[in-house]
Nanobody
Framework: QVHLVESGGGLVQARGSLRLSCQISGGTLNSYTMGWFRQVPGKEREFVAAVSWIGGNPSYADSVKGRFTLFRDNAKNTVYLQMNNLTPEDTSVYYC?????????????????WGQGTQVTVSS
């Protein structure tokens, strides 16, 4: 069974950086399209970024373009989300997700596997 485990969240000041990691077990990373989502209490989970297992450039939500970078290390079975120039509006629980299809999707229902989430808090 596939498991995703996120790490790297924490508290950071505005304009700071964090790198989130998501390690996959029970499967190989290069078989899944991987994505990051985030959710704050009372709101729906929203798409942040994703990349297809067949390669190509990642897709990003407009709110994070130019600040966040998704990249994957297939040898380590790990996908990363590098977050720069963080703002308080980025405060959220961040979730790693995987799907068996090769195309990038932005909807929560399109993903088959989810991590437990990691909290990111950005102070002003």
């Amino acid at each position: 069974q596939v498991h995703l485990v996120e790490s790297g969240g924490g508290l950071v000041q505005a304009r700071g950086s964090l790198r989130l990691s998501c390690q996959i077990s029970g499967g190989t990373l290069n078989s899944y399209t991987m994505g990051w989502f985030r959710q704050v209490p009372g709101k729906e989970r929203e798409f942040v970024a994703a990349v297809s297992w067949i390669g190509g450039n990642p897709s990003y939500a407009d709110s994070v373009k130019g600040r966040f970078t998704l990249f994957r290390d297939n040898a380590k079975n790990t996908v990363y989300l590098q977050m720069n120039n963080l703002t308080p509006e980025d405060t959220s629980v961040y979730y790693c997700a995987g799907r068996r299809g090769s195309d990038v999707r932005t909807r929560v229902v399109s993903y088959d596997y989810w991590g437990q989430g990691t909290q990111v808090t950005v102070s002003s």
